[in-house]
């Protein structure tokens, strides 16, 4: 019977990590070694934001640089996973939701840019699934229930996102959070250490600090996939804890068994 893989929600950032050897990057590259390889991931990554959920089923997923103004290096980055269509079929079974098979997209920057740290030899066959933009919050953390089988089936539940994210706020210079990006990460993190998952579900009782955090939920989503796909008995790591440029939580989470 394969091991039990662990869910992990990982705050991405600047698409440039992935060229980049900094502190953030350093942990994903620490947590890659220390983690047992996955038969397989779900990624569900903030950039790929879809009317319905939608997932590819290509046994080549091509990469999509989806980022603009950046340099060079960055769309010179090769990542060439292999897919599983027979992770996709398995999902689709498992979700409670219909799941269109989309193979239009790729793997994004939300997703690669993360994993080129976690397993560089990109070796490990990726599945993508799309935030669907026309469901609420509950329905996401649901479809992460739905989905929390595969991790005894030797596939990783990767989230990528980020749990402040308001791009419009960004100070680049600012090596800080502002206050109120501050209080809604502790918000979150204090919820999530308690595992009161209903109070991150309903974010918005953090207050006017939830109204800030980000204008539209894209980044925040992924997050609710992997708390729904936890149970109790999981070890909760929190790690890369920062808030900087004002309005950006790098702040990241790992359940293992």
Not at 5 to 30: C, R
Not at 101 to 128: K, M
Request: glycine content about 8%; proline content about 7%.
């Amino acid at each position: 019977m394969p091991e039990r893989m662990p869910a992990l929600f990982v705050g991405h950032g600047s698409p440039m990590n992935a060229v980049e050897n900094n502190k953030y990057t350093k942990k994903w590259q620490e947590i890659g070694r220390q983690l047992a390889r996955p038969r397989a991931v779900l990624m569900i990554s903030a950039h790929w934001y879809t009317h319905g959920t939608r997932i590819m089923d290509t046994k080549t997923p091509r990469l999509v640089y989806d980022m603009y103004g950046f340099p060079e290096e960055l769309y010179r980055l090769h990542y060439p996973s292999p897919g599983s269509p027979e992770l996709a079929a398995r999902a689709q079974e498992l979700l409670s939701v219909p799941v269109q098979t989309d193979n239009s997209w790729g793997i994004d920057h939300g997703a690669w840019s993360v994993l080129c740290h976690l397993f560089p030899e990109a070796n490990v066959p990726v599945v993508q699934l799309s935030v669907d933009g026309t469901a609420g919050a509950q329905a996401h953390f649901q479809m992460g229930q739905d989905l929390s089988a595969l991790r005894d089936e030797g596939v990783m539940i990767i989230g990528s996102g980020n749990i402040v994210h308001n791009l419009a706020r960004i100070q680049w210079e600012a090596e800080s959070g502002f206050s109120w990006a501050e209080e809604f990460d502790g918000y979150i993190r204090d919820k999530i250490e308690k595992r009161e998952f209903p109070d991150v579900v309903d974010y918005r009782k953090a207050g006017s600090c939830a109204k800030m955090a980000f204008p539209m939920p894209d980044h925040f989503y992924p997050l609710l996939y992997v708390l729904g796909a936890s149970n109790k008995d999981d070890r909760l790591t929190v790690f890369n804890e920062d808030c900087l440029m004002g309005s950006l939580s790098m702040t990241s989470y790992l359940f293992q068994p």
